[in-house]
């Protein structure tokens, strides 16, 4: 065989042999079925009954894979109500920066919060979480350190793209603080509330009255800063 066609012949063998994945994208792989598989069963079947067992099955993963990763099952619950608030808060900064010029940023901001945010998966999730913690001292406190980060994500985005008016009784990052407050209370009614007409109504009443103390900022097209803490591959 001459020289040029063995030459040819090993580089399309190179070509087509599969290239073997790093250790650390191995790891990130798992990471990913683990805390996706977590996210499903929180959803699907609650908190109480989220087990390590179910867990494993759903992300199709070797019994003990999860230790390699994950000391327990609330370091588990952690490392996804982590990635739900990172998806989320990179979702709201997509629906923010949207927004044409000639429409109200706020009351755009406010609606999609509600119906894009609170009332999908994540924000079931987040929720059952919340009142899971109630009665899981361990969960609580994991959620502790998580909520500080909320805050932080939700100062950077509201003093980003909204100001205080003249004589507003409180900085533009509490009025967005409560305002998650608010919706989550709201979400709390959803299941016995029938006709869902009195949210919106709800809504527009919250966006009228914060709206009366924050406006837009002129100008902002970019994405908020992100905090020091942000990972790498969010």
Same mark, same amino acid.
């Given at each position: ?7 040819? =012949? ?18 990130? =792989? ?36 999860h ?77 502790h ?30 009025i ?8 989550r ?13 009195v ?7 919250w ?15 970019g ?12």
């Amino acid at each position: 065989m001459a020289q040029t066609e063995m030459t040819a =012949e090993i580089a399309a063998e190179t070509k087509a042999a599969p290239q073997r994945r790093s250790q650390e994208e191995r790891t990130r =792989e798992m990471r990913t079925k683990l805390l996706d598989a977590t996210i499903i069963c929180l959803e699907r079947e609650g908190y109480a009954a989220t087990s390590i067992s179910r867990i494993v099955a759903e992300a199709r993963v070797s019994r003990g894979a999860h230790l390699h990763h994950f000391e327990s099952k609330a370091a588990l619950i952690q490392a996804a109500a982590e990635r739900l608030m990172l998806a989320i808060f990179k979702r709201l900064g997509r629906v923010s920066r949207s927004v044409r010029k000639d429409e109200d940023r706020l009351a755009s901001l406010i609606r999609s919060l509600w119906k894009d945010v609170f009332q999908s998966r994540d924000g079931a999730v987040v929720l059952e979480l919340m009142i899971a913690a109630r009665t899981d001292r361990e969960l609580a406190e994991r959620l502790h350190g998580l909520m500080a980060k909320v805050r932080d994500l939700y100062a950077l985005a509201a003093q980003h793209y909204f100001q205080s008016k003249p004589g507003a009784p409180m900085a533009v990052e509490d009025i967005f603080f409560l305002t998650q407050w608010q919706l989550r209370g709201m979400l709390l009614d959803k299941a016995i509330v029938r006709d869902p007409t009195v949210f919106d109504a709800y809504i527009d009443k919250w966006i009228a009255l914060i709206g009366a103390y924050i406006e837009p900022r002129r100008g902002v097209e970019g994405p908020p800063p992100k905090p020091e803490w942000w990972p790498l591959e969010a």
